[in-house]
T-cell receptor, first 113, second 115 residues
């Protein structure tokens, strides 16, 4: 079955500390992977995507993610978080021509001052 | 417009009533998507439009749900005989190209509450 698992419902990180949000997927074909952020009162915003090529992808707001095919993972990282990063983060997977993305349940990021 | 606009932002309706949710996509975007997001969950695909036609409506949960996009721009999601289980945030997204379902811009959603 196709699925996306974000094992952490909540993560609390001190401002300035590093961050890693986990995403594991199960997908029967070549996966196209995405990370979105949803801030309170805002629509979902695309942070970054992986289609092919370099497995380390850079996104907006200083985020990056690494695709590891052997581990079926696409973890999101940021070296130093800011209070404005507090939001909910969603990982999603789809195929090249498949617009039906499969979404994880999200990880809520809480920033400690 | 500058972004995807959804109206209303909040809708409270009584069980059994009919509701319409509107989505105004980014100008020029040919693809439009509807999703439903229940509390504590990621978005769930409902329907995808390419132009005026519904290219895939396989995500609509049952025949109480219907969506239209008559002129290839604004779309309306229609729910008949609403049930309490329909309560969720309904998200609309649009993109400029076909087959790039992830590279979409989302609206802020309509929070539907069925009482």
């Amino acid at each position: 079955a196709q699925s996306v698992t974000q094992p952490d419902i909540h993560i609390t990180v001190s401002e300035g500390a590093s961050l890693e949000l986990r995403c594991n997927y199960s997908y029967g074909a070549t996966p196209y992977l995405f990370w979105y952020v949803q801030s309170p009162g805002q629509g979902l915003q695309l942070l970054l995507k992986y289609f092919s090529g370099d497995t380390l992808v850079q996104g907006i707001k200083g985020f990056e993610a690494e695709f590891k095919r052997s581990q079926s993972s696409f973890n999101l990282r940021k070296p130093s978080v800011h209070w404005s990063d507090a939001a909910e983060y969603f990982c999603a997977v789809g195929g090249r021509s498949n617009y039906q993305l499969i979404w994880g349940a999200g990880t809520k990021l809480i920033i400690k001052p | 417009g500058a972004g995807v606009s959804q109206t209303p932002s909040n809708k409270v309706t009584e069980k059994g009533k009919y509701v319409e949710l509107r989505c105004d996509p980014i100008s020029g975007h040919t693809a439009l998507y509807w999703y439903r997001q229940s509390l504590g969950q990621g978005p769930e695909f409902l329907i995808y439009f390419q132009g005026t036609g519904a290219a895939d409506d396989s995500g609509l949960p049952n025949d109480r749900f219907f969506a239209v996009r008559p002129e290839g721009s604004v779309s309306t999601l229609k729910i008949q005989r609403t049930e309490r289980g329909d309560s969720a945030v309904y998200l609309c997204a649009s993109s400029s190209a076909v087959g790039q379902g992830g590279e979409a811009f989302f609206g802020q959603g309509t929070r539907l509450t069925v009482v």
